[in-house]
């Protein structure tokens, strides 16, 4: 007898379709995520410098990015890698927030950071290596800021759901799920980009789905590939890593993009937006330069 997905996944009634009427749209400052338009998270790894993270910032703006992301506390492989700026990196993305308009995502890696990231950022990210940590899961979800949720790099479809279940048992309703690899036997690759993992949690879930190029194949070559896979799939953004100078970042250099790369990746995703039936960014660009006209209102001139 075939088992339904409702009975498959009958531990986390909450995030499955059908536990509320429609879809969940996630409001992040002036736009939303899972609603009409495909979101584009973008930004280097970790924030290294202010003129590394504002260049970042001005250029995915201008390519169309609506999120800016960068990781202020890193969970590295190595404990002897480069762990992150903390504080004055938050001051910097809340800085870059102020400059460009772009909404901050940035990871929280511990319950006790977690106001302090929660005061500058506008969506908090668990990191794959924290996707079970429950503790930490409830501590962000009262924060009241949307959660992106990656999973975990060894972690099954129905561990995420059980994450995301945390999450709004917690009273966090905005919950967004993040695609960006998985462990497999396969090691040509820094992971497993699990495309049918997107596709089922699209249509078993009520929540947006984002999917992570970046860390999902390591190779920035292969990163437009993977981005035009999640679109297929049916995700509502990605989330991509840009740096100025790849070569020279402090951490996942060889799987971020140069401000060319992104353009060209950007430019080339627009015709597979289009088949989705959503909003592309140049016509939502379009559409907020008209809006701007008639406000009169220009916050964007600072940075052309
Ligand atoms: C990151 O986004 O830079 C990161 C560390 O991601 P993940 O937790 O998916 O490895
Ligand atoms: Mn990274």
Redesign the pocket.
């Known amino acids: 007898m075939r088992v339904s997905w409702q009975e498959r996944f009958a531990e986390t009634p909450e995030v499955l379709i059908g536990a509320r009427c429609g879809r969940t749209v996630v409001p992040v400052l002036d736009f939303a995520i899972g609603g009409d338009e495909f979101i584009t998270m973008a930004g280097p ?2 924030v290294e410098s202010e003129a590394q993270l504002m260049a970042v910032a001005r250029h995915v703006r201008r390519a169309g990015a609506r999120v800016l ?1 960068g ?1 202020a506390f ?3 492989s190595s404990p002897y890698a480069f762990q992150g700026l903390g504080l004055a990196a938050l001051k910097l993305l809340a800085q870059a927030r102020g400059e460009t308009g772009l909404a901050i995502v940035t ?1 929280v890696m511990g319950e006790r950071e977690v106001p302090m990231v929660a005061e500058f950022a506008d969506i908090l ?6 996707m079970e940590n429950y503790s930490l899961l409830a501590a962000a979800a009262r924060s009241g800021r949307p959660i992106l949720l ?2 975990g ?1 060894v972690a099954t479809i129905a561990d995420m759901l059980r994450s995301a279940q945390v999450i709004l048992d917690n009273g966090n309703p905005n919950v967004i799920l ?1 695609e ?2 998985i462990r497999t036997f396969d090691t040509a690759l820094r992971n497993t980009f699990d495309s049918a993992g997107i596709a089922l949690l699209k249509q078993i879930t009520h929540l947006p789905v984002i999917a ?1 190029p ?2 999902a194949c390591g190779h920035r070559d292969l990163v437009p590939a993977l981005a035009r896979i999640g679109i297929a799939a049916g995700s509502d953004g990605l ?1 991509v ?1 840009v740096h100025p100078d790849p070569d020279k970042a402090l ?2 250099g060889d799987q971020s993009l140069n401000f060319a790369e992104f353009d060209a990746m950007m430019t080339a995703l627009e015709p597979w937006i289009d088949l989705r039936g959503i909003a592309s960014r140049s016509e939502k660009l379009k559409e907020n330069a008209d809006q701007r006209r008639e406000d009169d209102f220009h916050p964007m001139e600072a940075v052309g």
């Open positions: 790894c970790s992301r990781g890193k969970p590295r990871e990210q668990i990191g794959s290596r924290s990656k999973r790099m993040c960006r690899g992570d970046s860390h989330i890593e951490s996942d």
